[in-house]
């Protein structure tokens, strides 16, 4: 039978040490898995729709969600989400997203407070002048009331302009030794910091504390996070800000958080896509899970390798399997999880011809090479590595799912439990 466990330290760096942060039950740093997260683009005021965008996210394997507190209807509105999503079986954590006024939000809405399960602040916004270092304590207090973790999140747009100001001019006075763009990323560096610095000195214990530096270019955000690895033990979310729509955001949200993940940077990840309009925004999860589980970290749903197809494949027939088995596979992730303990780890094949068929197939737990263009209609199905039948017909692509169904209940059912704990 195949290996396909995977493991996060697999990866040739070995695994930051950062302070472990307990979020609603989930544990983010330390050794911990690296958590998947996603945010609402919903009216947090709609109940209704939050309600459901959140399952949905859940469903889909976000283990934290976050959703926007931007005013008192919003704020009014978290308490009743918590008990809608705990009445229908979802426990999944809820981040607070504030921004401006969360100091007065937080205070004026004490239900809203202890909803949640952790707050994120932005030090650039958290108050202005005089005022910023009254209201960022008012937020470290109420999470210590509350025993609630706060992300500070630092972004390049909105960063500390004093702060920036205050790094350029000292940077021209030196003979600017450094260049705009490294000074700005200095900048995103020191924000975080100090304010985790001046959290902790308010109370606020390290293990309460995540950090994370958005910014919208790949090399930036490789750059910032290296450097605030080296800096600091907080538990760090990694996440391209502004990353886009569609393919370019995927890749450069991958390319970016591929190569920290590799170095053994970053505690939990957001992948942040613009969606298509009326696009589905589950869509972020599947990325952030195939990030991790591609790169070895992580399983999250059954592999399915397919065939990429060449002038050998003309006809659609393993696009289509590949297709269905996959999509099959996503819808049943949230039944099978309780269902069939394990299943994530399983790897399908399907493939196109004779040339790499067999041979993928084999490797796979169950696997099934379609003929070719011009060759025998015939189509072999190698299970744990052995030839076990060879599907005839018209009925080969129906035939060969419900043998995947039926290897999933044999290897992961209730039955199959059993044996092994006898075993």
């Known amino acids: ?35 998947v997260q996603s945010m609402t683009n919903t009216d947090t005021a709609d109940v209704d729709s939050t309600v459901a965008q959140v399952s949905a996210l859940a469903r889909a394997g976000s283990e934290l969600v976050r959703i926007t507190v931007d005013r008192d209807e919003s704020a009014a509105a978290v308490p009743r989400i918590k008990e809608r999503l705990q009445r229908i079986g979802v426990t999944v954590p809820l981040v ?33 002048k005089s005022k910023k270092d009254a209201q960022f304590g008012q937020i470290i207090d109420l999470a210590t009331k509350h025993d609630k973790p706060v992300r500070i999140g630092v972004n390049w747009g909105s960063l500390d302009q004093e702060l920036l100001t205050y790094l350029m001019d000292k940077n021209q006075d030196e003979g600017s030794p450094l260049t705009a763009q490294e000074v700005m990323r200095e900048a995103i560096c020191q924000s975080g910091l100090l304010s985790a610095q001046r959290a902790e000195e308010l109370g606020l214990g390290r293990d309460k504390i995540i950090l994370s530096a958005k910014v919208s270019q790949v090399q930036d955000l ?31 949200s991958s390319a970016s958080m591929g190569i920290l993940l590799q170095q053994g940077i970053g505690d939990t990840i957001r992948i942040s896509l613009t969606p298509e309009p009326g696009g589905d925004r589950t869509r972020e999860v599947q990325v952030s899970q195939e990030l991790l589980q591609t790169m070895g970290f992580r399983s999250f749903v059954p592999i399915v390798a397919a065939c990429p197809g060449c002038g050998r494949t003309t006809s659609t027939v393993f696009q289509e399997l590949a297709q269905e088995i996959q999509a099959h596979i996503r819808e049943s992730m949230p039944k099978w999880r309780e269902q069939y303990p394990g299943v994530e780890e399983l790897n399908v094949a ?7 068929g067999p041979g993928e197939s084999k490797h796979a737990d169950i696997g099934i090479s379609l003929p070719g263009t011009g060759e025998t209609p015939a189509a072999p199905v190698f299970v744990d590595g052995v030839k076990a039948v060879t599907l005839r017909g018209p009925n080969i692509a129906e035939d060969f799912k419900a043998m995947v169904l039926d290897y999933i209940e044999k290897r992961y059912g209730t039955g199959a439990s059993s044996e092994r704990e006898i075993s």
């Open 1 to 35: 039978m195949t290996d396909t466990s995977l493991s996060y330290f697999s990866a040739p760096f070995p695994r930051r040490q950062s302070v472990a942060v307990n979020v609603g039950g989930v544990v983010v740093g330390g050794n911990a898995p690296v958590v």
């Open 96 to 128: 607070g997203d504030f921004h401006y006024i969360g100091h007065k939000l937080l205070t004026d809405h004490p239900d809203c407070a202890e909803a949640l399960d952790k707050y994120r602040i932005n030090p650039g916004n958290v108050g202005f």
């Open 222 to 252: 490789i750059a910032v996070y290296t450097d605030l690895a080296q800096r600091c033990n907080y538990a760090l979310h990694l996440g391209l800000t502004e990353a886009g729509m569609g393919t370019k955001g995927i890749v450069a």
């Open 350 to 356: 399907v493939m196109g011809c004779i040339v790499n």
